[in-house]
């Protein structure tokens, strides 16, 4: 079965620099969701997006943006990179974005800021 | 404020015997609960979900958890551990006061099976 689907898996930035990750939802999944896990830490709930509008915002840093596109996949956006910023990011997907509604996760982008 | 607490922060079991990783939540309104494992350098992969009806709900690799309204808790369960059930485990809830799309997460239970 289709999964969720980042790219890239890793990547290596300096400070200063900006990184773009992206992520393919499941098919037919309308809500994405971005993660971000520090090493040893729970995951925490940056942004997410249902049918291409921005549905909710956690810790998302002011440098940070994202957006969901026509063709569901969405992509954040990250400028003037810290090395706080070194961290996985998850994506996740669901159908109709209900309370009741499991979330898929992607195997994760490793951002390490050097 | 909604939480979730995962009061172990590790839990060791030897393969055969069964185990419990323990979940406590705190929410204002019905929760929805849910489990999810991480193996090392994955995503999260559902396990389980509680949302109404029976208190003890079955999930996938044999995993099972009780929801338990009195004691504001969602342990999860295995009768029998395997070494390859090693992971993190993340227990996590949805309400209408933390809003449909955001999941608030524990800070996860390490899990060792020994052989």
């Known amino acids: 079965a289709a999964g969720v689907i980042q790219s890239p898996r890793h990547l290596i930035k300096e400070k200063r620099e900006t990184a773009t990750l992206k992520c393919y939802p499941i098919?037919?999944?309308?809500?994405v969701y971005w993660y971000q896990q520090g090493p040893g830490q729970d995951p925490q709930f940056l942004i997410s997006?249902?049918?291409?509008?921005?549905?909710d915002k956690g810790s998302i840093p002011d440098r940070f943006s994202a957006q969901q596109f026509s063709d569901y996949h969405s992509e954040l956006n990250m400028s003037s990179l810290e090395l706080g910023d070194s961290a996985l990011y998850f994506c996740?997907?669901?159908?109709?974005?209900?309370?009741?509604?499991?979330?898929?996760f992607g195997q994760g982008t490793r951002l390490t800021v050097v | 404020a909604q939480s979730v607490a995962q009061p172990e922060d590790q839990v060791n079991v030897a393969e055969g015997n069964p185990l419990t990783v323990k979940c406590t939540y705190s929410?204002?309104?019905?929760?929805?609960l849910f489990w999810y494992v991480q193996y090392p350098n994955r995503g999260l992969q559902f396990l389980l979900k509680?949302?109404?009806?029976?208190?003890l709900v079955k999930g996938s690799y044999g995993f099972e958890a009780e929801f338990n309204k009195s004691q504001t808790s969602f342990h999860l369960k295995k009768p029998s551990a395997l070494v390859s059930d090693s992971a993190l485990y993340f227990c996590?809830?949805?309400?209408?006061?933390?809003?449909?799309?955001?999941?608030?997460f524990g800070a996860g239970t390490r899990l060792f099976v020994k052989a």
């Open positions: 996740a997907s669901s159908l109709e974005g209900g309370l009741d509604t499991e979330a898929f």
């Open positions: 509680y949302i109404t009806g029976d208190n």
């Open positions: 997006f249902y049918e291409k509008m921005q549905s």
């Open positions: 098919p037919r999944h309308d809500t």
């Open positions: 929410v204002s309104g019905n929760p929805y």
């Open positions: 996590a809830v949805r309400n209408f006061n933390t809003g449909g799309f955001k999941t608030i």
